[in-house]
């Protein structure tokens, strides 16, 4: 039997400027507790491996000081004798900034398709994976797992690492689910030789099924990284592996509760506006994460951001949008 933490977008560097214009609260140190709060746990409950799923960074383009941040503790779990397993996310491009602990012999970085076979307690596996596919990975899917070489008939347990949108999943407030397409896994297209399935990329926990029965296990975002996933409890899995059986439980973390607010539309001066805002706060914790949506596009004139925050609590982190249908960005409600 061995036992496996499975986590996954991270997304480290979410909100974490290195030198800010102003000072507010971030949201930036909460995935980075997070974060910490597993490695402790790998630690303290003596895992035999960690798996990250990918989308450890926020982005691509990652200041020096995140990196060292994210790499910096998981040295001492490599030391403790932890193999540890990274599949490089779409946020960081299929390639993750380069460190020196990926020399360390117990870190495995699917950097291309391949597989890493390893006796851990008298179990034989073997682990294989591939850093995301951006385009067509329902074409691309077949030959890919291919390049892994599981060696089909072999006697090892054989774990898949991916980051990637599988066919059945769900997210956002809506349960979008994700039919198969182009940039969808199938749900057929396992083989039954496959004893399961690690995927990061969906930030809603969840465990789904091949067609053949393997369980493919989605273990969400660490932190809200938006709006949809307010309603989620965020977390990671531990799963204990053996040849005859397979299980799992998810471990809540702590996560930031988040609050949507719309201003009416006909109350147009600054005094009733920030009644009607404090009034709203008071009903929510300090530490929320609070949106409000303007209800005209004057609001935005007559409200300055800077006085909002000075009016709420510290802690909270506000933000002021345009009317809805007037917004200038987009954000991936589903799977960023
Ligand atoms: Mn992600």
Sequence with gaps: MIKVLFF????????FPIRPRIHRRRRGWDF???YQLILDTAVNEGVDALVHGGDVFFRSKIPASIIQKTYEPLLPVLEG???MFFVPGNHERSRLPSS???????FHLFDRPRSFSIDMNGLETIWGGFPNIRNQVQKEFPAHLAQVG?????EALKILCLHQAIEDAVVGVQDYTFRKGSDVVGIDQFPTYLNLVLSGHIHRQQVLRSRTGTPIIYPGSIERTSFAERLETKGFFMLHLSKEDIHWEFRPLPARSMHEMTLPSNLLDGQNLMRVILEQAEKIPDD??????????????IL????????????????????????????SAYSD
């Design 288 to 301: 929320a994460i609070l949106r409000i949506r303007s209800g005209a596009e004057k609001h935005l004139e």
């Design 8 to 15: 996954a977008d991270s997304h480290l560097g979410f909100d």
């Design 304 to 331: 300055r951001i800077a006085d909002l925050r000075k009016e709420l609590p510290e802690s909270m982190n506000v933000d002021l949008l345009p009317p809805v249908g007037k917004t200038r960005y987009t954000w």
């Design 81 to 83: 004798g932890i193999q």
């Design 100 to 106: 020196p602990i990926f020399h360390h012999n117990n």
């Design 32 to 34: 980075f507790k997070n």
């Design 150 to 154: 599981f060696g089909q008939d072999s």
